[in-house]
């Protein structure tokens, strides 16, 4: 008989937390974390690398078959087998990401790869249209907002611990651009799916929004933590 595997869904803008609080639950949960959006990161640093215009859509689809993504269970990334973990963060990549993710032969390349991990494991998958295009059949699917100041605050403090430079204007100017990008394009956009539960962080720490998504997912699918 085949195994029933468990799949949750966490759309958002940028910066909302997503990645910090999939990775929380998905580390409770026993479950793997999926970053999609470290996908269309390290497509980026690719393009970049190739030095391809971001703008041209014809060329940077042609690159598809020359970019292979890992994302290892330890939370590093590898771009055909190199460590891109700390590069797809910086701010190149920002200024360029929703470009290359507006692409559809892109993101159809892309979510193959993202359906295929969820064929065989109970995934936590974060990204912008995986509640409404990847995976349309989530156990649960939660979408996480938080307002842009809050999350600007919340990106640039991320930023300084890591050691990355940083400011906190330039962050929150990325973030409107990105997010008017991600929810404009013509294909598969940020949006809220209809089954999707809304869950606003502007005010909660991390804590709280893994206690809010655990009681999402009890109360859709009773997995008691
Ligand atoms: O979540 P993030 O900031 O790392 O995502 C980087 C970019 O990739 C973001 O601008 C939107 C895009 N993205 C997407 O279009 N679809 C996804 N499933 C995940 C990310």
Redesign the pocket.
Known sequence: MKEKYISIAIDGP??AG??TIAKGVADILGFTYVD???M??AYTYYVLQRQVNPQDEVAVSRLKDEVNIDLNADGTILLNGEDVTKAIRLSDINQN??YI?SYKEVRLHLVAEQQKLAENKSVVM?????GTY?LPNADVKIFLVADVKTRAIRRHEENLQKGITSKLEQIEKELKR?DEI?SGRAFAPLKKADDAVYLDSSSLNIEQVIAGVLEIINEKIGLEV
């Open positions: 940028a910066a997503k990645s999609t959006g470290a269309y990161r990401v929703s993710a974060d990204g912008r249209d995986i990847v990105r991600d």
